[in-house]
Nanobody
Framework: EVQLVESGGGLVQPGGSLRLSCAASRFIFSAYDMMWVRQAPGKGLEWVSRINSVGNRKMYADSVKGRFIISRDNAKNTLYLQMNSLSPEDTAVYYC??????????RGQGTQVTVSS
């Protein structure tokens, strides 16, 4: 069973930064594209960013493009999301997720990010 454990969330002021991590286990991390999704209060899941298995292709939602950076360390089985210039609209629970095609293989328990002054 896929295991994904997010960390690094917290309370940050507008304009601040956070770095999220996702520790992956129980599957061949280096073989899969990975993504970050988020869920704001009262809203559905929103795709945030995706990275291919070797880390040289990255995609971002328009809402975070230019502010967030996705990366991975396959030697450490870890996915990252560097979040800069945070705004209250970024407040959400952030999840890392792995898919096989259209099927969700696994999603972590999430880490809360709150942007507030």
């Amino acid at each position: 069973e896929v295991q994904l454990v997010e960390s690094g969330g917290g309370l940050v002021q507008p304009g601040g930064s956070l770095r999220l991590s996702c520790a992956a286990s129980r599957f061949i991390f280096s073989a899969y594209d990975m993504m970050w999704v988020r869920q704001a209060p009262g809203k559905g899941l929103e795709w945030v960013s995706r990275i291919n298995s070797v880390g040289n292709r990255k995609m971002y939602a328009d809402s975070v493009k230019g502010r967030f950076i996705i990366s991975r360390d396959n030697a450490k089985n870890t996915l990252y999301l560097q979040m800069n210039s945070l705004s209250p609209e970024d407040t959400a629970v952030y999840y890392c997720q792995v898919n096989a095609g259209a099927n969700v293989l696994g999603r972590g328990q999430g880490t809360q990010v709150t942007v507030s002054s």
